[in-house]
């Protein structure tokens, strides 16, 4: 899968899980770019990555 590609499948997944959690798109690509540049500056893998974005997903659901 293309970065692109993998990009846009991870964010239907993640915009699946927030409408859960009552957080609206913009707060998820806001959460999902922020640790995307962390993570690559890291070197994080991307199952890592992924999950800080729940993780900061879910917190921020909390307020």
Excluded: H, N, W
């Amino acid at each position: 899968m293309s970065d692109p590609d993998q990009s846009a499948a991870e964010m239907r997944g993640l915009l699946r899980f927030a409408q859960g959690l009552g957080l609206d798109e913009v707060a998820v690509r806001e959460i999902y770019e922020a640790v995307g540049r962390e993570a690559e500056a890291a070197g994080a893998s991307d199952d890592d990555r992924m999950a800080e974005v729940r993780k900061r997903m879910l917190a921020a659901a909390r307020g």
